[in-house]
């Protein structure tokens, strides 16, 4: 394909996009394909010779569209939005067209200096304290990693080391036998902690660097956030087991309800029990927001970062509903050279004056992956087309929808009982009903609402995903994809009522 060509596909490309979107509501939202579908209709071999674009593109309209679930439709409704945009598109395409692997500095300097620039820009949006600033008093910073999961393995990593390091501290520098060995003896007795509502990332992350994990109760009562009381108690009997907690992910917006945890109280805890240089080893906190925290562009919601200045590091997800399309996960850290120690490589390829004279920042040592991309083209695209005030609409749109969903959940107490929310515009709810006047068991109502979920994801006029909280079977409804309006929003509680008055008047 020459440049000529190029031109030719690429404007039919984004015509088929742009025909894509505009037709996205009338598509069936999850694919109902079968397992294996494509295997049945593809070649068993790669083409021997080229194929001409148009009929490329025939084939993807085809044969891939099918098995496609739609994301962006505002009848996807499900776990949280992966949202995007048209800038966000057009600085992927041109993020493609600079390609390079972009691991240190040299490789392309406007690469590493765009994405430290605009994750400062973020971070005064997002009202985050002053130490997770580039330019900030602790020595911190931002870096963009792929996904939330990324995030957590990273900074997991992080925190180990540095717990390794400062409780070995005492080991002559020169004795690096020493040191291994103390290491190796101490990580069996590691304990990684987050709360049980806490996102399988956290133990994931803890599998991957080899330490226990452990799961903080959390309940009905608390509105399924993890208290310091609570942090407070399995502390103290790890420790009493002589296990050593060295990391905690608190979170803002838990998957299934979208509960914030007792920041102030856990950092109170800690304070008082794992304090830095204490005897027991600091506890490093990691926070997070994947999905809720770009609810901190909005000052109403910026109390929530009230306590991040005494934890360790922060991430939320762009691509979920800041209009950058995935991926594109955020991530600042209070002091970066915990993340430059454990992951910092240095081999006499990579040497460049700039390097060696500390003059610039190689991202590579903030992270997993030795190569990165240029995501932060995409985010500068959509900062600058939208404007701060427009992701602030953006976000309290799909807020207001979910009040309103919430209301008329709230007008049918017949049919329906919200179980949480709406907190950052997902509501949490079951079906009410069964057996005289109400009086059917939890099993029972848990069935009924399964009963009504699966017939609607059955249909497939609407998408939705469903969870467990404390016992009950609940449908979860996150009206926060990009072209959801209240409308649709109305229509869904329409097609919701209408299974669940079916369901009901066979039970």
């Given at each position: 394909?020459d440049?000529?060509?190029?031109?030719?596909?690429?404007?039919?490309?984004?015509?088929?996009?742009?025909?894509?979107?505009?037709?996205?509501?009338?598509?069936?939202?999850?694919?109902n394909?079968?397992?294996?579908?494509?295997?049945?209709?593809?070649?068993?071999?790669?083409?021997?010779?080229?194929e001409?674009?148009?009929?490329?593109?025939?084939?993807?309209?085809?044969?891939?569209?099918p098995?496609?679930?739609?994301?962006?439709?505002?009848?996807?409704?499900?776990?949280?939005?992966?949202?995007?945009?048209?800038?966000?598109?057009?600085?992927?395409?041109?993020?493609?067209?600079?390609?390079?692997?972009?691991?240190?500095?040299?490789?392309?300097?406007?690469?590493?200096?765009?994405?430290?620039?605009?994750?400062?820009?973020?971070?005064?949006?997002?009202?985050?304290?002053?130490?997770?600033?580039?330019?900030?008093?602790?020595?911190?910073?931002?870096?963009?990693?792929?996904?939330?999961?990324?995030?957590?393995?990273t900074?997991?990593?992080?925190?180990?080391?540095?717990?390794?390091?400062?409780?070995?501290?005492?080991?002559?520098?020169?004795?690096?036998?020493?040191?291994?060995?103390?290491?190796?003896?101490?990580?069996?007795?590691?304990?990684?902690?987050?709360?049980?509502?806490?996102?399988?990332?956290?133990?994931?992350?803890?599998?991957?660097?080899?330490?226990?994990?452990?799961?903080?109760?959390?309940?009905?009562?608390?509105?399924?956030?993890?208290?310091?009381?609570?942090?407070?108690?399995?502390?103290?009997?790890?420790?009493?087991?002589?296990?050593?907690?060295?990391?905690?992910t608190?979170?803002?917006?838990?998957?299934?309800?979208?509960?914030?945890?007792?920041?102030?109280?856990?950092?109170?805890?800690?304070?008082?029990?794992?304090?830095?240089?204490g005897?027991?080893?600091?506890?490093?906190?990691?926070?997070?927001?994947?999905?809720?925290?770009?609810?901190?562009?909005?000052?109403?919601?910026?109390?929530?970062?009230?306590?991040?200045?005494?934890?360790?590091?922060y991430?939320?997800?762009?691509?979920?509903?800041?209009?950058?399309?995935?991926?594109?996960?955020?991530?600042?850290v209070?002091?970066?050279?915990?993340?430059?120690?454990?992951?910092?490589?240095?081999?006499?390829?990579?040497?460049?004056?700039?390097?060696?004279?500390?003059?610039?920042?190689?991202?590579?040592?903030?992270?997993?992956?030795?190569?990165?991309?240029?995501?932060?083209?995409?985010?500068?695209?959509?900062?600058?087309?939208?404007g701060?005030?427009?992701?602030?609409?953006h976000?309290?749109?799909?807020?207001?929808?979910?009040?309103?969903?919430?209301g008329?959940?709230?007008?049918?107490?017949?049919?329906?009982?919200?179980?949480?929310?709406?907190?950052?515009?997902?509501?949490?709810?079951?079906?009410?009903?069964?057996?005289?006047?109400?009086s059917?068991?939890?099993?029972?109502?848990?069935?009924?609402?399964?009963?009504?979920?699966?017939?609607?994801?059955?249909?497939?006029?609407?998408?939705?995903?469903?969870?467990?909280?404390?016992?009950?079977?609940?449908?979860?409804?996150?009206?926060?994809?990009?072209?959801?309006?209240?409308?649709?929003?109305?229509?869904?509680?329409?097609?919701?009522?209408?299974?669940?008055?079916?369901?009901?008047?066979?039970?």
């Amino acid at each position: 394909m020459d440049s000529k060509q190029f031109r030719e596909a690429a404007v039919s490309s984004i015509d088929d996009i742009v025909k894509y979107y505009d037709t996205i509501e009338e598509r069936r939202v999850v694919s109902n394909v079968e397992p294996g579908y494509l295997r049945k209709i593809l070649p068993e071999e790669a083409p021997q010779t080229g194929e001409a674009w148009a009929d490329i593109q025939k084939d993807l309209e085809a044969k891939i569209v099918p098995g496609l679930t739609h994301w962006q439709s505002p009848n996807f409704l499900a776990w949280f939005p992966s949202s995007s945009s048209f800038p966000a598109m057009l600085g992927e395409m041109y993020s493609t067209a600079f390609t390079g692997a972009a691991f240190n500095w040299i490789c392309s300097p406007a690469v590493t200096e765009l994405e430290t620039i605009v994750m400062d820009w973020l971070a005064k949006a997002f009202a985050l304290p002053p130490c997770y600033l580039s330019t900030g008093p602790t020595g911190g910073g931002g870096v963009i990693h792929g996904t939330a999961s990324e995030a957590i393995a990273t900074v997991l990593v992080a925190a180990r080391d540095k717990y390794l390091r400062e409780a070995t501290s005492h080991i002559p520098a020169d004795d690096e036998e020493a040191r291994e060995d103390a290491w190796a003896e101490r990580r069996g007795k590691l304990v990684a902690l987050g709360s049980a509502a806490t996102h399988s990332a956290t133990k994931k992350a803890a599998q991957i660097a080899g330490v226990r994990f452990r799961a903080v109760p959390v309940h009905a009562a608390d509105g399924y956030r993890m208290t310091g009381s609570e942090l407070r108690r399995v502390i103290l009997e790890l420790r009493a087991r002589g296990l050593e907690p060295f990391y905690l992910t608190a979170t803002l917006g838990t998957t299934d309800t979208c509960a914030v945890d007792d920041m102030e109280g856990i950092a109170s805890v800690l304070a008082e029990l794992a304090p830095p240089g204490g005897p027991d080893g600091e506890v490093w906190v990691h926070v997070d927001a994947a999905y809720a925290g770009a609810a901190l562009i909005c000052p109403e919601h910026q109390h929530h970062a009230a306590a991040f200045d005494k934890f360790h590091s922060y991430n939320t997800n762009l691509h979920k509903w800041l209009l950058v399309n995935f991926d594109c996960s955020a991530v600042w850290v209070r002091d970066r050279r915990h993340l430059t120690a454990a992951l910092g490589v240095s081999l006499a390829i990579l040497r460049n004056p700039h390097t060696d004279a500390g003059l610039v920042t190689d991202y590579r040592d903030w992270q997993i992956p030795f190569g990165r991309r240029f995501r932060s083209l995409k985010v500068w695209f959509v900062l600058r087309t939208y404007g701060v005030e427009g992701l602030r609409a953006h976000v309290r749109k799909h807020i207001r929808h979910a009040e309103v969903f919430a209301g008329l959940l709230g007008a049918r107490p017949d049919l329906f009982e919200i179980v949480t929310g709406p907190r950052f515009a997902l509501t949490v709810f079951k079906l009410v009903g069964g057996g005289e006047k109400g009086s059917a068991t939890l099993e029972a109502q848990n069935a009924l609402t399964k009963t009504m979920y699966d017939a609607v994801v059955e249909e497939g006029r609407i998408f939705l995903s469903s969870t467990v909280v404390g016992g009950v079977f609940a449908i979860r409804h996150n009206p926060a994809t990009p072209f959801v309006e209240e409308h649709h929003v109305r229509k869904h509680f329409e097609i919701l009522t209408e299974a669940a008055e079916k369901v009901l008047s066979k039970a």
